[in-house]
């Protein structure tokens, strides 16, 4: 592109430069011609008049006194009527330029001088014209080389810019050229690498996200699996399986969540449901997991409570809690339920350390763990708690308590005040 517009500039420059620089040649020699005749013309009846004043005032005429008068270097030569012609100067060679005047006494004034005045006089304007052409030349040149490096390097760097897209390196680079149709395309590239990192970074938070709720679904179908392949007893074998299809279920329930919330995080399908069941379930889920580890898990508190919400979902929050007190806490894990105003509140803790106060404000950030954890857990509980409607909060550092709060159905009834514990 650089080379085709310098090869265009200079191709207009000399189109140019012949046209008017040949007109301004011939304008130039007519001028000096007709400059070099009227001055030899001039010269003529100069000296016309001169012989003229000094035959009337009975003066001689002699070449001595008319090359006096007579400062131009030139060849003149008078020839007065009844005298020998007088000559002045030397007699140019070769073409000459010649002018001739008549006097009032009848002499005649002939004044010649050589052509080649007039061609060096030529030839000095076409050396002027060829040296301004030359120079309007080089200065198209530098112009057509400034200005191609001006479009080249932008758009050397917008294919970059695209190369980078397209290898999968979404950063725009926030670059401005200064040209408007560039610039327009620049603000185009840094757009779609925008949009692009967005998506990538959905699709990667996608596939953290799934990776970290499947692992423990399936770790614990994988325990069913275990069971009814180890046993015999058919009655065993319809309850494992029955237990395994209802978390197969559930796993569906969490991908399709999963894709529901990476398309659009407000949607939701909140529906009113038994709070028990879904607490039941997971600490059913759970209990053998907390055996393994020499623990136990708990719940307590109101029961009969129906909330708002999506039970996936929830069950899914309470999952990533259960799982955080069984990789980080410590003694008993305690689910806990009681209602405040119009909301149902499942609360989760144990009788470890606690969270510390540094990670405190930033504990449901992702990437952040007290410990070699992805840090994903937290994160995507609080997202599928906000999709539903309602929030997870750390309410205590130490011992710390995680609380659920869930929007309540209308006309929900308290089974008995006190607490049942189930183990």
Do not use: C
């Amino acid at each position: 592109m650089r080379r085709r517009l310098i090869n265009s500039t200079l191709a207009v420059v000399l189109v140019v430069i012949a046209v008017f620089g040949v007109s301004l040649v011939i304008v130039e020699t007519r001028t000096i011609s007709s400059s070099a005749q009227e001055s030899v013309d001039s010269e003529a009846v100069r000296l016309a008049s001169i012989v003229d004043s000094r035959l009337i005032g009975g003066e001689p005429v002699n070449p001595g006194i008319l090359s006096d008068h007579s400062g131009a270097e030139r060849y003149a030569r008078i020839e007065i009527p009844g005298q020998a012609p007088i000559e002045v100067g030397a007699r140019p060679e070769g073409s000459v330029i010649r002018g001739t005047a008549v006097g009032e006494r009848g002499e005649k004034v002939t004044v010649e001088e050589s052509r080649s005045s007039v061609t060096r006089e030529v030839g000095r304007t076409l050396l002027i014209i060829g040296a301004v052409a030359l120079l309007a030349v080089v200065a198209a040149v530098l112009l057509a080389v400034r200005q191609g490096n001006r479009l080249a390097t932008p758009l050397t760097d917008l294919a970059e810019t695209a190369e980078r897209l397209g290898s999968g390196d979404p950063r725009p680079r926030h670059r401005r050229y200064g040209v408007p149709e560039l610039d327009r395309v620049a603000d185009v590239l840094d757009a779609s690498a925008e949009r692009i990192g967005r998506m990538l970074t959905a699709e990667r938070r996608l596939a953290a996200d799934a990776s970290h709720q499947l692992r423990t679904p399936l770790t614990a179908l994988s325990m069913r699996l275990e069971e009814i392949s180890g046993t015999d007893d058919l009655t065993t074998v319809k309850e494992e399986a029955t237990i395994a299809l209802a978390q197969v279920e559930r796993l569906t329930d969490v991908v399709q969540r999963l894709l529901t919330n990476s398309r659009d995080p407000r949607t939701g399908s909140a529906v009113a449901f038994d709070l028990d069941e879904v607490v039941k379930q997971q600490v059913e889920e759970w209990r053998p997991a907390y055996r393994s580890a020499g623990r136990a898990i708990v719940r307590s508190g109101k029961t009969g409570m129906r909330a708002v919400g999506t039970p996936g979902a929830v069950a899914q929050v309470l999952a990533a809690l259960i799982e955080n007190s069984l990789m980080h806490g410590r003694g008993t894990v305690a689910l806990r339920t009681r209602v405040t105003g119009n909301q149902a509140v499942i609360e989760v803790t144990d009788e470890g350390p606690g969270v510390p106060a540094e990670l405190g404000a930033r504990i449901f950030e992702r990437t952040i763990s007290g410990r070699n954890s992805t840090g994903i857990g937290l994160a995507v509980a609080r997202d599928l708690a906000e999709a539903d409607g309602g929030r997870l909060e750390l309410a205590q550092l130490k011992p710390p308590v995680f609380s659920l709060f869930l929007s309540r159905e209308v006309g929900s009834r308290d089974d008995g005040s006190s607490s049942r514990l189930v183990r």
